[in-house]
């Protein structure tokens, strides 16, 4: 039986420097689309990719608009490789990759709505003291219940059953922290991130986006895309905008979409992007799942050598 192959797209964190470089040099449709995205962007993201410090990569906005491009970047290779997927899903931000990737709109639309949603959920979120922090080792509800303990703190996302991101204002999240600690976290540690993503301390990003979204460009999707909050597959434009709208202030529901997208036995995972995270979270959510990345030119060139197989 023909191998499903789900694209996963990571979003930020994903971002190394150097990354992407390899591809410039290597593959034409990779000049190609940097050349676009500084030539639309107005700055050199090439440089920011590939000699930019990691300070000034890690900042919210370039992280998003860097992993993106690479993303689609690999996306554009390994389609130009008769390499298409079934189904995709992205997280985070990473869910703009997986739009381009089912065919929603044209890398310049998606590299737009990616500054754009970036730049509003920055104003807004400046608004508010904001921030997230990772906990290890406690349950989804033990986490929750703490989180309600404490107040003005959210659960956002669920890497693994055991690693999840919390989410608010950031004295509240030192509380959760240190609560967290007492009730047996094996490790706390708050992330570099701008304000309180994925939380309803968001919800005017969401509405602000819709409201300012320009529909231009979008198209129904090819394959289906999974929201990674609602878990449902989205396939018509309108359905799109709203999906990309609520899902800046509402949580990522990570461990729930594998379990979901993984019902298929002879699905095939594909990490589309830098770096190996969305590769670590699934085989920490289960590791029976198989899984390939893109995270370095001797990866890439086993998944297109694994794929082509497959397609023949």
């Not at 309803?200 to 231009?216: H, N, P, Q, V």
């Not at 799109?240 to 995972?269: C, E, T």
Request: charged share 20%.
């Amino acid at each position: 039986m023909k191998n499903s192959v789900a694209f996963l797209y990571p979003g930020q964190g994903a971002q190394q420097t150097g990354m992407g470089f390899d591809l410039y040099q290597n593959y034409p449709l990779a000049r190609q689309i940097f050349d676009q995205a500084d030539r639309i962007l107005d700055f050199s993201l090439s440089r920011l990719c590939f000699k930019g410090s990691q300070e000034e990569l890690d900042r919210d906005l370039n992280a998003q608009l860097a992993v993106y491009t690479v993303s689609c970047i690999l996306t554009a290779i390994l389609k130009a490789n008769n390499i298409f997927p079934d189904i995709v899903s992205g997280y985070s931000s990473g869910f703009y990759a997986a739009a381009f990737a089912a065919g929603c709109f044209e890398f310049s639309c998606g590299l737009n709505l990616v500054k754009q949603a970036g730049e509003i959920l920055l104003e807004e979120g400046s608004k508010i003291d904001g921030g997230m922090a990772v906990i290890f080792g406690l349950s989804f509800e033990k986490v929750q219940d703490v989180c309600q303990q404490v107040g003005d703190v959210e659960v956002a996302i669920l890497n693994t059953p055991r690693q999840i991101v919390i989410s608010g204002i950031r004295s509240s999240i030192n509380a959760v922290m240190e609560l967290s600690l007492k009730e047996g976290a094996l490790d706390v540690y708050p992330l570099s991130v701008a304000t309180a993503y994925h939380s309803g301390f968001m919800k005017k990003s969401s509405e602000r986006f819709l409201r300012e979204i320009k529909a231009d460009g979008i198209k129904d999707a090819q394959v289906p895309v999974v929201s990674y909050h609602s878990l449902n597959r989205v396939t018509n434009m309108k359905d799109l905008i709203n999906v990309m709208a609520v899902q800046l202030s509402s949580p990522v529901l990570w461990v729930d979409l594998i379990k979901k997208m993984d019902h298929n036995s002879n699905r095939l995972f594909l990490e589309v992007g830098p770096g190996a995270i969305i590769f670590r979270t699934v085989k920490g959510i289960d590791r029976n799942i198989e899984i390939m990345n893109t995270a370095t030119t001797d990866r890439f060139d086993i998944v297109l050598k694994r794929l082509k197989r497959i397609n023949t």
